[in-house]
């Protein structure tokens, strides 16, 4: 099992620029997260899929959309990007939402906004 | 609303030092709580976790009791190795509100030889 992958690792931006962050999960777990994780601030949640075809905003949802494409596949997307958006964002999964599952997560995709 | 505290870092520490990392939170109802701690360059893993009060979690020589009188859940080791070196992340689970985790902001540990 590879857990939970993330593509790219880095990525460089211009201020404008759109781009979408993948992640996907071989655990068949049901939910799914994206944080971002930025210096002193601990990880904050930027939305999250309890199941398959339902999605939910988090902490920080202004800027970015998610698509949850089927079990698998929950991806990310800055339509147009911010300086404010540079930080590492890091996809979970868990199998469920509603309960104190452990939460997986993926090495994280290192982002940079010009 | 929920929240956690961590104690500030980064923490120092000499290799077969004891390790505390504070944590106390605020929540309504009593949460699940944990421990996650992510290497350098890597996502976050659960270290240990404990669900109700009293309980008390470990796993690698690391424990934390839930300790609902006080709202704490203190990480501890008793001789740490420089493989410890590591950002560490109290957080809670509440089924009873957004049933999302919410993250203190992490405490770095670096452990010298």
């Known amino acids: 099992n590879a857990g939970v992958t993330q593509t790219p690792k880095f990525q460089v931006l211009k201020t404008g620029q759109s781009m979408t962050l993948q992640c996907a999960q071989d655990m068949n777990h049901n939910s799914m997260y994206w944080y971002r994780q930025d210096p002193g601030m601990g990880l904050r949640l930027i939305y999250y899929?309890?199941?398959?075809?339902?999605?939910d905003k988090g902490e920080v949802p202004n800027g970015y959309n998610v698509s949850r494409l089927n079990k698998r596949e929950f991806s990310l997307r800055l339509e147009s990007a911010a300086p404010s958006q540079t930080s590492v964002y890091f996809c979970?999964?868990?199998?469920?939402?509603?309960?104190?599952?452990?939460?997986?997560f993926g090495p994280g995709t290192r982002l940079t906004v010009t | 609303g929920n929240s956690v505290t961590q104690m500030e870092g980064p923490v120092t520490l000499s290799e077969e030092a004891f390790l505390t990392i504070n944590c106390t939170y605020t929540?309504?109802?009593?949460?699940?709580l944990f421990w996650y701690v992510q290497y350098p360059g890597e996502g976050l893993q659960l270290l240990l976790k404990a669900t109700k009060a009293d309980d008390k979690g470990s796993n690698k020589g690391f424990e934390a009791t839930y300790r609902k009188e006080t709202t704490s859940f203190h990480l501890e080791k008793g001789s740490v190795q420089v493989s410890d070196s590591a950002v560490y992340f109290c957080?809670?689970?509440?089924?009873?509100?957004?049933?999302?985790?919410?993250f203190g902001k992490g405490t770095k540990l670096t452990v010298n030889p």
């Open positions: 957080a809670l689970f509440w089924s009873g509100g957004s049933e999302k985790l919410v």
């Open positions: 929540a309504t109802g009593y949460p699940s």
């Open positions: 899929s309890a199941s398959e075809g339902t999605t």
């Open positions: 979970a999964s868990s199998v469920l939402s509603g309960g104190p599952d452990e939460q997986y």
